[in-house]
């Protein structure tokens, strides 16, 4: 069986995105962005970062949907596995970065595009953020944020091909977008990510709270993503290379003083890898 779960999403004047998920792998989310509803096109979807092709075809079947396209935001196989199979059911388009060797790629992407869909009414803009694949890139549009494996709820992803420096520059960007954006990352990994932030900051207290509401949701079998950016900026250290504490901590594991915010960054980065 394929557990769907429905997020409705903050709306603004003009719009209101409705995104779905199904779950693949341990703990990967596949997510649907649907056809926004006064476009009565609902039953159309984008599908994100297919790692399988099963229980995203079984959930089409059982709700009817219609496939539009794939977004790719990286090339790693838990991310791309079930692309064949989707493109040889419904003959659909894949979007992703032009600088990834994925060969199903139909649309190459890279920072600063546009694409439309029209019947669905949505529109998305590309954001180049390398540093867990070289040629990353995620989905931003009507207050949401696609972004694979760049930022977790609570965490980063891990410098698989970039520099720690292209990683910061990636995530300061993110830190430029609304607070109200809802961020839709590719894998349930917030308990482990969150018991490392207050290593980093003991005394943040909207992180104590965001520990105590993501235990509760796991315990429900409920999914701790997505957050808003607004949550991440207050409790992710990732994102808190800025903020005194999280340098404080930083320096005191690195035993030395640190200079810029990429160097935070990059040391607690490094931090994490010792642990994980
Ligand atoms: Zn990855």
Redesign the pocket.
Same mark, same amino acid.
């Given at each position: 069986m394929t557990s769907e779960t429905t997020f409705n999403k903050t709306s603004n004047k003009t719009n209101t995105v409705i995104v779905t998920n199904v779950t693949a792998f341990d703990d990967n989310y596949i997510w649907f962005i649907h056809g926004l509803p006064e476009k009565s096109a609902q039953k159309q979807i984008i599908i994100v970062d297919p790692g399988d092709s099963e229980p995203v075809i079984e959930s089409i079947i059982q709700n009817n949907y219609l496939p539009q396209a794939i977004f790719i935001t990286?090339h $790693?196989h838990?991310?791309t596995g079930g692309i064949k199979k989707l493109v040889e059911a419904y003959h659909i388009p894949v979007y992703g970065p032009e600088n990834e060797q994925i060969p199903q790629i139909t649309h190459p992407l890279a920072e600063d595009q546009t694409i439309l869909f029209s019947s669905m009414g949505l529109s998305f803009n590309i954001l180049d953020v390398p540093g $867990?694949?070289t040629g990353h890139i995620a989905y931003l549009g009507h207050q949401t944020l696609f972004i694979?494996?760049t930022l977790f709820a609570g965490g980063c992803?891990r410098i698989?091909e970039g520099t720690a420096e292209q990683m910061h520059d990636s995530l300061s960007k993110l830190l430029n977008l609304d607070n109200n954006t809802m961020v839709y990352c590719?894998h349930e990994y917030t308990q482990d990510n969150l018991k490392f932030a207050q290593r980093v900051e003991p005394d943040n207290k909207q992180l104590r709270q965001r520990i105590e509401q993501t235990i509760q949701l796991r315990l429900n079998d409920q999914a701790t993503v997505p957050s808003t950016l607004e949550l991440e900026k207050n409790t992710n250290p990732f994102l808190r290379f800025d903020i005194d504490s999280v340098k404080t901590a930083a320096e005191r594991f690195a035993q030395k003083p640190l200079n810029t915010p990429a160097e935070v960054f990059k040391t607690v980065r490094y931090w994490k890898d010792t642990l994980d």
């Open positions: 990286h $790693h838990d991310h $867990h694949t694979g494996d992803g698989f590719a």
